[in-house]
């Protein structure tokens, strides 16, 4: 199913010997799911180039994606990698829409670590919900709300430990 393969090219002047690449089949389905992934206009720009990557190299066209789409061997490598890794799930007998949710999640960014989230789910679905109501209709003297008040009560009724304002406007923004 693999088989590899290593080239010379001459890029600026410079002969430059790559490593070896990584040769892989991909199935009729695979390769309708991926030019349907390019074609589409809500796919995203990155899950884009990185089902054109994958059906390029599948035609050992790697030089021409490096020309085209100005990337380097290591974008392209790290690509074909998670593709190879994910083979395994994609050889699997399954329906279209199986596969492309596969497909999508192979070309999709992996999980960033980072600090973790301050306010849980819960806690920002009553946020919505709070910012929605009418203040008078919970006894507060107020014909709106503002980012501030909201802010206020949402610690003085002990829905979240501490917000600020400011985080109050950016999950109202975010909303919308």
């Known amino acids: 199913m693999y088989k590899i393969a290593s080239s010379n090219s001459v890029f600026r002047g410079y002969l430059i010997q790559y490593k070896p690449t990584l040769f892989y089949a991909v199935t009729e389905l695979q390769s309708n799911i991926l030019k349907s992934l390019l074609s589409s206009y809500s796919t995203s720009k990155a899950l884009s180039l990185r089902a054109e990557i994958i059906l390029l190299s599948v035609e050992n066209l790697d030089y021409e994606i490096m020309k085209l789409r100005n990337l380097t061997r290591k974008t392209i490598n790290k690509w074909n990698k998670r593709w190879l890794k994910f083979s395994s799930k994609l050889s699997v007998d399954i329906d279209e829409h199986k596969m492309k949710k596969l497909i999508i999640e192979c070309l ?6 980072g600090r973790p989230s301050t306010y849980s789910v819960e806690e920002v679905t009553k946020i919505f919900h709070l910012a929605c109501t009418v203040p008078t209709s919970i006894n507060i ?4 709300w ?3 008040s909201l802010a206020q009560y949402l610690v003085n009724n002990k ?3 501490k917000i600020s304002h400011e985080r109050v406007a950016f999950f ?3 909303r919308n």
Do not use: G
């Not at 999709?108 to 670590?113: E, F, H, K, P, Y």
């Not at 003297?141 to 709106?144: E, I, R």
């Open 159 to 161: 829905v979240v430990e």
């Open 146 to 148: 503002s980012t501030r």
């Open 172 to 174: 109202l923004k975010m």
């Open 141 to 144: 003297p107020l014909s709106h």
């Open 108 to 113: 999709s960014d992996s999980a960033r670590s």
